[in-house]
C-alpha cells in the first residue's frame, strides 16, 4: 500500500534530536514526540515513492495510528467536511446571555456601547419558557455569562440558573456554565454562589502589572482595578478546595505593558504558577471595533512583536500554564460558536444574535425572543453565519493551512461574512502553532522513537 503524509501537520524543533509534533485534523491526542532523524528518514521514504517498507515500525505504526501517515488515495478535505456538518448541527443548546449590558468599566480598547440595562423579569421568564420547551430536542445545555459585566446583575443570573438546572435535572440533561467578567466583584462568596449555580469555568482579564493595567481596564470614574481583581482571586485561590473549577487569566499585551514581560511572568508565577487551575492566555490588545480603541492605536503591538513576546517566554525557565492555548488545540474547542446552529446569544433586551461582537453589525441581528418564550428567527441571516466555512476556503485559503483540522474553517464566521480577507481573523494560535508546541509541557506529548537514541 502507498503513503503520504497528511498536510495537516505542525512541528517544533527542540534542537536536541527531538521534535513536537501535531495533527491538527486529531486534535490534543494526536501531540507526540520523535526522534527527529527517524522522522525523516521515513519522511523521505514516503515522498520518494510512497512506501515504507517496515510497516511493523512502531514508529511508522504510531505516526499511522494518529494520522500524520494516511492512504496515498486518503482526501483530508472529505474528511474535514464531515467533521464541519457534525460541528454545525451539533445537538447542544448553547446560549450566551448577557444578565445586562452596562459596565462599571471603560476598558481603552473595549467596543461595546453599553446602552441596554438589566434584563427584566418578564425577558427572563420567556427564556425560561423555551428552555422548557426545546430542551428535550437536544442533548445537553451550555451557558455562558456575558456583558456588559454580568455580576453587576447576579440576581438575573441566579434566577436563570435555578431555573436551567431544574429544568436540565427533570429532562435528564447536562448542564455547565461558565462565565466572562472583569473579576472586580468576584469575590470569594460572589464565586460560592456561582460555584453553586454550576458555573465551572472563569476568565478574568488582567492586563500586565499595576500600572499598566490600571491605564488599560478602570472604572469608569478612571479609579485602577488592578489590586481588587488580584485580591479577589488570591482569596479564591485560597479558600477554595475543589479542584474543579478553571480560571482563565487572559492578558491584552500592548507596547507599554510587554516592556515589563519579566517582571510580569515572575508575578503570575508567583501567585498563580503553583495552582493547575488557574491558567494564562496571552494575547495582544487588537482593534475590535468601537471608538474608544481609536485613541491608543499607537500603543498597539504588531505581530512580529507578539511572536517575539512567545519566543521571550519560549526561552525562560518559568512555571507558566497556558492550557487555555491548548484547549484550542483540540477542535471541537476551536470552532467559533456562532458558526454552530443551536448558538445564540440573548442581549439583555431580547434581541438575539450569532456573535458577542458587532452587535450593530445587520447580519449578526438574526431575531429575537417573544414574550411566550420562543425565537422568531431570520434563517436567510442565520444562514450567512451557518454556511460561512464554505466561502472561507476561498477567502482565507483555508485549503492550504495546516490548522484547518482544528477550526474547520469556522475560528471566526464573522470575518468571512464580512469578506475581510487574508487571514481574516484566524487564532493566534493558528499563526504560532510551532511556537506554542515549544510552551507546551513536555508530559503531554506522547513520546516514541526512543529506542533510536
Excluded at 505542525?10 to 536536541?16: F, H, I, K, T, V
Excluded at 494526536?30 to 523521505?44: A, D, G, N, P, W
Excluded at 430542551?135 to 456575558?146: D, G, K, P, S
Aim: hydrophobic share 35%.
Amino acid at each position: 500500500m502507498e503513503y503520504k503524509f497528511s498536510k495537516l501537520i505542525s512541528a517544533y524543533d527542540e534542537g536536541n534530536g527531538w521534535l513536537r509534533l501535531y495533527n491538527s485534523q486529531k486534535g490534543l491526542e494526536s501531540l507526540i514526540r520523535v526522534r527527529k532523524e527517524k522522522f525523516e528518514r521515513i519522511k523521505q521514504n514516503l515522498e520518494n515513492d510512497g512506501i515504507f517498507q517496515n510497516t511493523a515500525d512502531k514508529t511508522f505504526q504510531k505516526l499511522a495510528e494518529l494520522e500524520y501517515i494516511i492512504p496515498y488515495s486518503g482526501d483530508e478535505e472529505k474528511a474535514l467536511e464531515v467533521k464541519i456538518g457534525e460541528q454545525i448541527y451539533e445537538p447542544v443548546l448553547r446560549l450566551i446571555i448577557l444578565p445586562t449590558e452596562k459596565c462599571s468599566f471603560r476598558c481603552r480598547y473595549c467596543y461595546e456601547k453599553f446602552e441596554n440595562g438589566k434584563m427584566s423579569d418578564q425577558l427572563q421568564n420567556a427564556i425560561i419558557n423555551y428552555v422548557k420547551n426545546n430542551i428535550h430536542n437536544y442533548a445537553r445545555m451550555e451557558v455562558r455569562w456575558f456583558g456588559g459585566e454580568p455580576l453587576e446583575a447576579l440576581d438575573v443570573i441566579e434566577n436563570l440558573s435555578k431555573n436551567f438546572i431544574t429544568i436540565c435535572k427533570m429532562a435528564h440533561r447536562n448542564y455547565e456554565a461558565s462565565i466572562t467578567t472583569n473579576g472586580y466583584y468576584l469575590t470569594y462568596d460572589v464565586f460560592q454562589r456561582l460555584y453553586r449555580l454550576s458555573v465551572r469555568n472563569y476568565q478574568v482579564t488582567i492586563d500586565g502589572l499595576k500600572t499598566e493595567h490600571d491605564q488599560q481596564r478602570y472604572l469608569a470614574g478612571g479609579i485602577g482595578t488592578f489590586e481588587q481583581i488580584v485580591n479577589n482571586l488570591v482569596d479564591i485561590k485560597t479558600r477554595c478546595k475543589s479542584r474543579i473549577p478553571n480560571f482563565t487569566i487572559r492578558t491584552n499585551f500592548n507596547k507599554e505593558s510587554i516592556k515589563r514581560l519579566d517582571e510580569y511572568l515572575y508575578f503570575f508565577s508567583e501567585k498563580f504558577g503553583d495552582d493547575d487551575r488557574f491558567g494564562f492566555s496571552l494575547q495582544h490588545a487588537s482593534d475590535w471595533g468601537g471608538e474608544r480603541v481609536k485613541k491608543i492605536k499607537d500603543s498597539l503591538i504588531t505581530e512580529q512583536t507578539y511572536e517575539d513576546l512567545l519566543t521571550k517566554i519560549l526561552n525562560q525557565n518559568v512555571r507558566l500554564n497556558i492550557s487555555p492555548h491548548a484547549a484550542l488545540f483540540a477542535r471541537e474547542e476551536c470552532v467559533c460558536y456562532a458558526g454552530k446552529k443551536n448558538s445564540y446569544v440573548i442581549g439583555s433586551n431580547g434581541q438575539i444574535y450569532k456573535c458577542t461582537a458587532d452587535f450593530n453589525m445587520e447580519a449578526n441581528n438574526i431575531g429575537r425572543i417573544t414574550e411566550e418564550g420562543k425565537f422568531v428567527i431570520d434563517k436567510y441571516k442565520e444562514e450567512k453565519w451557518l454556511t460561512a466555512w464554505l466561502h472561507a476556503g476561498e477567502l482565507h485559503e483555508c485549503t492550504k493551512c495546516r490548522f484547518e483540522g482544528a477550526c474547520l474553517r469556522m475560528s471566526c464566521p464573522s470575518s468571512v461574512i464580512k469578506e475581510i480577507g487574508e487571514n481574516g481573523s484566524c487564532l493566534l494560535e493558528k499563526e504560532y502553532t510551532s511556537l506554542f508546541l515549544g510552551l507546551f509541557e513536555k508530559h503531554w506529548f506522547y513520546e516514541i522513537g526512543k529506542e533510536q537514541q
